[in-house]
């Protein structure tokens, strides 16, 4: 069964250093998001890509997460500054084109980041 | 897309049925409820969706009220593994798939 990838699984980065993240979604799914949770509340929207575009960051901290999808394929999320707030489950989803009719978003694992 | 409330826990005896309580009273005509659960320290799993009518497959059932300002997720023999926290969501079925996730419910099921 296909799976969407990231890793790492897990990371343990200091505070004030760089931090990226790296997901692969389902073949042939065209949508990929990256979201944000923070233990003990649900899943927080961070950025949404349709290929290779940016359709929705407004809920992403511009001054030190960036995220980029440059073949539409795979994906990073880099955090440069980390900062101690930023521990959490970063975890990467992806979709078929909007309008099909099985919408659905498929997860991956998660990367668990932990800032020290 | 409209806002969800749920329960935060509930507790089940194994082998019985759960069911999952879910409010969306502003929900708008083209939305649909789709329910994810997430068991510990992975990703949110989907599991149903439905728009109208009530809906089943393999994992559970979704019975969806008249007026569809509330919705229930039906676990029909619950077991240990389904012990998880249950995301009801609701959201327009095109567009891509900007999730909104509240706090979800926590269930718990016991021997």
């Known amino acids: 069964e296909a799976e969407v990838a990231q890793s790492p699984r897990y990371k343990i980065t200091e505070k004030s250093q760089a931090v990226a993240f790296w997901c692969d979604p389902i073949?042939?799914?065209?949508?990929l998001y990256w979201y944000r949770q923070i233990l003990g509340q649900g899943p927080e929207l961070l950025v949404q890509?349709?290929?290779?575009?940016?359709?929705?960051d407004s809920q992403l901290p511009k001054d030190r997460f960036s995220a980029e999808r440059l073949k539409g394929v795979d994906s990073t999320l880099k955090i440069q500054p980390a900062e101690l707030g930023d521990s959490a489950m970063y975890l990467c989803?992806?979709?078929?084109?909007?309008?099909?009719?099985?919408?659905?978003?498929?997860f991956g694992q998660g990367t668990r980041l932990t800032v020290v | 897309d409209a806002k969800t409330t749920q329960p935060p826990s509930m507790d089940c005896a194994e082998g019985r049925a759960a069911n999952l309580p879910c409010n969306h009273s502003?929900?708008?005509?083209?939305?649909?409820v789709y329910w994810y659960r997430q068991i510990h320290s992975q990703g949110p799993q989907y599991i149903i969706h439905?728009?109208?009518n009530n809906e089943t497959n393999e994992m559970a059932s979704l019975i969806i009220t008249e007026d569809r300002k509330s919705s229930t997720l039906i676990l029909p023999h619950a077991t240990l593994r389904d012990t998880a926290v249950y995301y009801c969501?609701?959201?327009?079925?095109?567009?891509?798939?900007?999730?909104?996730f509240g706090a979800g419910t926590r269930l718990f099921v016991k021997a």
């Open positions: 502003t929900i708008s005509g083209n939305e649909y």
């Open positions: 969501i609701v959201r327009v079925n095109t567009g891509g798939f900007k999730t909104i």
């Open positions: 989803a992806s979709s078929p084109s909007p309008g099909q009719a099985n919408t659905e978003a498929f």
């Open positions: 073949s042939g799914h065209a949508t």
């Open positions: 890509f349709q290929d290779e575009s940016v359709v929705d």
């Open positions: 439905g728009l109208k």
